[in-house]
């Protein structure tokens, strides 16, 4: 199993995680005894080839997928087992999710889309200032009252990150975060993420493609036939 402790106040934390699919009449075995822990406040960079099932994985760490068998401990709390109401309070006020695209409504202002998701949710709706602070944390503030259209690139990416920061998640599940952009602005989005993990103590998982963006990650794994190996130092 990969150092680090997930702890009982943030993190995850997975042993002899087993996910299996039917296509075309025949098994596919994705994750075949995967385990992996990640403490608050680590960055975590995980690397694999296309259909290699780090999807797949970051889905079942973040309690979207129930298909497994294993266990998977999600700030202190066993997964397997929970019934879907209990995991998506759980997944609500527990983690965020970051993928490759940002997934912005257009027509909505930054702000707007940041609070969405909390749309229906009884209850659990924050105020406008969560919105500014999310915004503040990733340097895009002044743009509180643009509309989605009119971002670049790298600040919708920037607006998506933030959404997934409004519930201040422990876990921060990031699939492909930089992929649709360009060297330069695929750069700030992965130092903008280690920092946040840094100051905040959120656990950050981020699944690429690119090495070359993620060297200040703690550590790097890779997903290879269904398991997690430790790349070598400085491949991230």
Partial sequence: MSEGAAGGTG????????????RDGRELRVLDGAE??????????????SGS????LLSILGGLDDG????????????????????SRLRARTVGFVFQDHNLLPR????????????????ERPGPEAASEAL?????????????ARLSGGERQRAAVARA????????????PTGSLDGANGRRVAELLVSL??????????ASHDPSLWRGADRALELSGGRLRARLAGAA
């Fill in 108 to 123: 909505l202002t930054v702000s707007e889309n940041l609070l969405l998701p909390f749309a229906f949710r009884r209850g």
């Fill in 11 to 22: 993190g995850v934390e997975a042993r002899g995680l087993v996910r299996s699919f039917r």
């Fill in 68 to 87: 497994f068998a294993g266990s998977v401990r999600l700030s202190g709390v066993e997964l397997s087992g929970l019934a879907e109401p209990e995991r």
């Fill in 165 to 176: 920061l409004v519930t201040r998640p422990r876990l921060l599940l990031c699939d492909e």
């Fill in 197 to 206: 993990a840094r100051g905040r103590g959120v656990a950050v998982l981020v």
């Fill in 36 to 49: 992996l822990s990640i403490a608050p406040g680590e960055v975590v960079a995980l690397f694999g080839e």
């Fill in 136 to 148: 503040e944390s990733v340097g895009i503030a002044p743009l509180a009252r643009e509309r989605a």
């Fill in 53 to 56: 099932g780090k999807s797949t």
